[in-house]
């Protein structure tokens, strides 16, 4: 809200490290275009985006030289369509199923996985925008923040263990910001539960077992466990999106 270029700068050097960075995307576009739909100033948006494109256009300069200009952008395709698999070691919806190390093409309740996957995603970000339309003070921007990670790596396929890692600082901000004790509860419950996944999966490696057998009760119990932490999560935003409503003429309802 007060550096939007450095917020650009930032999310530029996010996307510039790890594709998957585009998590995060929604966020500053809906502030953005609550910005603009309640006719505040653009001059927020003006200065984010150059800042962005600069960043990230001499981030990829160097690589560009010698792979050509199309280069960045084959990266970021072949990288977010390798894997086609339904988990990969993450504690999520499709492991609890028996989904861990399946193709993605596998058929489960008349849809694919990667079809599951990709209804699941449109009613996460159908469920941030709804969030985010009564308004967004600086803690629901990093609640929004730590919801997208967590249903992501929760509802959407092709997900590794360490794709979690970015909501626990999320948590810990929101908890900062908010001082909702639930979310540190949800901080420490996702730490622990981050950690026995990590701890498995790096101990089933020295032995050269790159997946953790489908039906693995730690595998089951830690996915069902991050469910239960997720219904949480979305229940804070939406008792918090509630007490944000007061009446604001015939038939319309805005934030406080």
């Not at 050097?13 to 309640?38: E, H, S, Y």
């Not at 988990?87 to 694919?112: P, R, Y």
């Not at 639930?182 to 539960?193: D, P, Q």
Request: proline letters at 5%.
């Amino acid at each position: 809200e007060r550096r939007p270029a450095a917020s650009g700068a930032a999310f530029a050097a996010a996307l510039l490290v790890k594709p998957q960075a585009l998590i995060f995307a929604p966020i500053p576009l809906l502030w953005f275009g609550d910005r603009l739909l309640r006719r505040h100033t653009a001059a927020e948006l003006s200065l984010f985006l150059p800042a962005a494109i600069l960043v990230f256009a001499l981030g990829v300069l160097p690589f560009a030289a010698v792979h050509g200009p199309a280069w960045v952008v084959e990266k970021y395709v072949s990288t977010l369509a390798s894997y086609p698999y339904a988990s990969l070691n993450a504690a999520n919806v499709f492991a609890l199923i028996g989904g861990n190390g399946a193709d993605a093409t596998q058929t489960m309740l008349f849809l694919s996985f990667k079809t599951w996957g990709t209804v699941f995603l449109f009613f996460i970000l159908a469920w941030v925008a709804w969030r985010a339309w009564w308004g967004m003070t600086a803690s629901d921007h990093v609640y929004l923040a730590a919801f997208l990670p967590v249903s992501v790596y929760l509802w959407s396929i092709k997900m590794h263990e360490r794709y979690l890692f970015p909501a626990l600082a999320m948590l810990l901000a929101y908890h900062i910001l908010s001082r909702d004790r639930r979310a540190l509860g949800l901080f420490l419950g996702f730490s622990a539960t981050l950690f026995i996944s990590m701890t498995q999966v790096l101990y089933l490696s020295m032995h050269e077992i790159w997946y953790i057998s489908r039906f693995d009760p730690i595998l089951l119990a830690v996915s069902a466990t991050h469910l239960l932490l997720w219904l949480l999560l979305a229940g804070i935003g939406g008792r918090r999106q509630r007490r944000l409503r007061v009446p604001d003429g015939p038939g319309r309802e805005a934030c406080a």
